[in-house]
């Protein structure tokens, strides 16, 4: 293998030699940013126009969940307890606001008996609530899914 031939530089042609000393040569570097500055957010790609095809499984939203009747009927009367409860709890805590002490005076009655009133009421829409979730459970349970 001669090596001496692979060494050689080519020779240019004149002109070739001429455009190229006459020609500016620029090499682009990458600009560097201020350690301050802030970075740069990629652009967001654009979808394609094409319309999209679900991939399998096709069906989005998973099936009903079979659960056994009593546990439902659990859950529903566990929750409305609670909820009966804390409103014991909450009229029980603003009637003390309202009178601490043993007198009362007739403006505080009256305050005493608003409160009462009120959680009372709340008390009785939760238990009406109940109500109609376990008959709507039963209901349910028959295959009746709505009265006309």
């Given at each position: 293998?001669?090596?001496?031939?692979?060494?050689?530089?080519?020779?240019?042609?004149?002109?070739?030699?001429?455009?190229?000393?006459?020609?500016?040569?620029?090499?682009?570097?990458?600009?560097?940013?201020?350690?301050?500055?802030?970075?740069?957010?990629?652009?967001?790609?654009?979808?394609?126009?094409?319309?999209?095809i679900p991939l399998?499984?096709?069906?989005?939203?998973?099936?009903?969940?079979?659960?056994?009747?009593?546990?439902?009927?659990?859950?529903?009367?566990?929750?409305?307890?609670?909820?009966?409860?804390?409103?014991?709890?909450?009229?029980?805590?603003?009637?003390?606001?309202?009178?601490?002490?043993?007198?009362?005076?007739?403006?505080?009655?009256?305050?005493?008996?608003?409160?009462?009133?009120?959680?009372?009421?709340?008390?009785?829409?939760?238990?009406?609530?109940?109500?109609?979730?376990?008959?709507?459970?039963?209901?349910?349970?028959?295959?009746?899914?709505?009265?006309?």
């Open positions: 293998m001669d090596t001496s031939n692979s060494a050689k530089k080519r020779s240019m042609s004149p002109s070739t030699e001429a455009r190229y000393k006459e020609s500016k040569i620029s090499i682009k570097r990458p600009k560097l940013e201020a350690p301050d500055a802030e970075p740069r957010r990629p652009k967001r790609e654009v979808p394609d126009a094409e319309p999209m399998p499984p096709f069906r989005q939203t998973p099936g009903p969940i079979s659960v056994a009747q009593t546990y439902l009927r659990k859950l529903i009367l566990e929750r409305w307890e609670a909820e009966i409860q804390a409103c014991k709890k909450e009229k029980k805590l603003q009637l003390l606001e309202i009178a601490p002490g043993t007198g009362l005076t007739l403006i505080q009655a009256s305050l005493q008996r608003l409160v009462s009133e009120r959680w009372d009421a709340e008390v009785k829409h939760c238990e009406e609530a109940k109500r109609a979730q376990l008959l709507e459970l039963l209901l349910a349970a028959h295959g009746i899914t709505r009265l006309v």
